[in-house]
């Protein structure tokens, strides 16, 4: 009778390249390269290369399987947050130079533009994961260390030091630019995970656009709140150095709407004082011009883009009107101000 043997299949990843297809045919499942399961592993084969020993040739003891990951149930394969990260360190690791001592547990002042805009470059970038990697501006190419970056920290935080930046929200108060924390004490370095706030993707805020460093690269993908798996154990933290808007931020859209008789003719260089703007009636429904598909290209630049299916495009549409809406709500205006219209001062902020 011959020993049976197990074969380990690792879920399916997002990444569809030829060098990634090949690893998962022939290398172990990415389980088998943490340090704990090797060990184990080595464990059981050895028990179970003793116990066939003892039984003898004749009757030889069946191989044991690997060990694998506990099934969760309902996520896809490839969505499992599989980042490991790395601990507190200096930009670009243990050889770079320590945040001065005055800008240590500082956060330093950004807006929620410049938090979503960095984000947005990492991803562009498809910056691969690396627990013990740096980018070139210094930071770890780990979830942490992504957030780090976007939050524009001195030094590469971790999941156990990112709360010390910022202050405890409630889901109803999440913006972009706020995050989404997961700590595991039990197991910090494999088991923690902590994702950017890009957005709601859905009126009944199910969903959300996440940006984050997960294996194979940093991406951004519409998530389920709070995250794929450990849901419950998400906490939303704020950026203690967001700059909120003043409560006196004039309103983003124009006392009314001029007709089309009235309206600027395309090319117009600036509309109500604002460069480029080329008045509302050019965002009404129905409206079809370059001026849609450019503010659309640039709420997808600015980490808007979200409810575009495929991409912006020169019709005016809801897609268009909730991606402005995202907008005007992270600059922190709610009531009218927030109506999904560009008016002249969403256009100046969002072009700025």
Sequence with gaps: METPVFEEIDPASDCDCPGCARRRR????????????????????ALAA????????????????AVHAPHRPGVPAGDEPQ??????????????TPARPSDAGKAPATTRAEIVGRAQAWVDARVPHGMTSYWTDGYRQDCSGFVSMAWSLPENEWTGSLPAFGTRITKAELQPGDILLFHNPDDPQYGSHVVLF????????????????TRPHA?????????W???????????????????????????AAPSASTA??????????VPGYPGRVMFRPGAANPYVTRLGGQLVKKGFGAHYPNGPGPRWGEADRRG???????QGWRGGAADGHPGPETWRRLFS
């Design 219 to 227: 991406r951004r993908q519409t998530t389920p709140y709070a995250y």
């Design 50 to 65: 003793v116990t066939s020993a003892a039984l003898g040739a004749a009757h030889p003891a069946p191989a044991v399987a």
């Design 198 to 213: 890009g957005g709601w993707t859905d009126a009944a805020r199910t969903h959300y656009a996440a940006y984050e460093l």
């Design 264 to 273: 600027p003719p395309a090319g117009t260089p600036a509309s109500h004082g």
């Design 26 to 45: 022939v290398l172990p499942p990415s389980a088998s390269h943490r340090p704990s399961a090797r060990r184990a592993a080595r464990r059981v084969l």
């Design 229 to 255: 798996t450990d849901s419950g154990r998400y906490v939303p933290y704020r950026h203690n150095g967001v700059v909120e808007p003043s409560p006196t931020t004039p309103p983003t859209t124009s006392p």
């Design 83 to 96: 980042s490991p990260q790395g601990g507190k360190a200096p930009l670009h690791g243990p050889a770079g």
């Design 324 to 330: 402005v809406e995202a907008f005007q709500r992270a």
